[in-house]
């Protein structure tokens, strides 16, 4: 059987040791640095998401006046705190690298639904965007609960302190426009009431384009019942060459009910981050997240997984063959234990026209 080593799109970066498929990425999200776009800072590995990680999603609003912070465009660029209702933009993820609950004092990153964290940047050491999407120490912030100590609520009233400068995200004016890290305390400008919103529903949002296929003509790259060799990849391992992210640009684990396809199906240009940012986000908001019914031809057994990553074309053997993440392979197939070699030839696999969207 043929060997079929993972090679996953991350970021832009194609993540192994073999030649043919070019340089080492990072290990794991960790490789932003003191000095943003530069890895080379002393001590910087000390921050970014470790397997500890858990993550929340919340939004967060400014007092007086009330307006929810948001990311523009799902992030890449200015994020603000000047929308009226949370939606989809005003929704984030907050990653908090200590595990367990969130208590006040904790460290934490702030993500957009587009895959971006909250940053200090700029030569003041006061100006924020959204546009990284390594998080490490400029991207570190400090929760901490307005009022008493231990677990944050929902409904509480939070600060954000920056690990950088020690210096507080604040609403300019309180609300209604832009925001920074000026702050020399937890004030006003500086306070937010912190809401956890639940898990979202997988749903049918894609358009039935006649009732001899479940999705729109513009998925017909991957649409009907497909058939391709299947293989198994752990989400951050080194041996398989993954950093526990992904071309989706959300974290994952080897239990997440996750799958990637074949990159070239999804992006014909092959976009990613780093290669062509516009094409990339437009790629991604169109295939990731995709509910997919993936049946194992020789037991019979199914199981509903998601697209969370792209499958490198080096290592796709077939058209259609898949790179499944370990857990649900072994639910589908049984433990390879550690062998690459244990693949299954023929997985059927169709997309439902259903969608996750927290992907």
Known sequence: MLNTKACIVSFGFCL???????????KYL???????GNSSDANDTAYGLTANTVTKKVTLKTLSPTYFLSAEN??????????TAAQGWETFDLLDSDGGELVSGDSVYLRSSGGFYLQLTGGNGTALNIS????????????VKQSGTGVIQP?????????VSNLWV????GGGSGIDAHGIKLDAWESFAINFVSSMPVTSNIPTASSSSKLGTEFAALSGTLKGLASWYRANASADSTNGTGWCGRPYTNDTKGF???????????????????????DTAKWCGLEARV????????????????????????????????????????NPNGDKNVVVQDMQWELTGNRKLDW
């Open 295 to 334: 049946t194992n031809p020789k037991t019979g057994k199914s199981e509903l997984l998601y697209i969370v990553d792209a499958f490198e074309p080096t290592w796709v053997r077939t058209e259609f063959a898949i790179d499944i993440l370990i857990g649900p392979f072994i639910s589908l197939v049984g």
């Open 260 to 282: 990637a396809p074949p990159f070239i199906k999804m992006s014909p240009t092959l976009a990613t981050w780093t290669s062509n940012p516009e094409q990339w986000k437009k």
């Open 16 to 26: 192994t040791f073999n030649a043919a498929c070019g340089p080492s990425g990072p």
């Open 74 to 83: 799902q992030g890449g660029s200015i994020i603000s705190a000047n929308r």
């Open 155 to 163: 409904g509480d009233i939070i600060g954000l302190q920056s690990a």
């Open 132 to 143: 990284n999407q390594n998080p490490g120490l400029w991207e570190t912030f400090k929760i």
């Open 30 to 36: 960790g490789d932003s640095s003191k000095t943003p």
């Open 170 to 173: 604040s609403a300019l004016n």
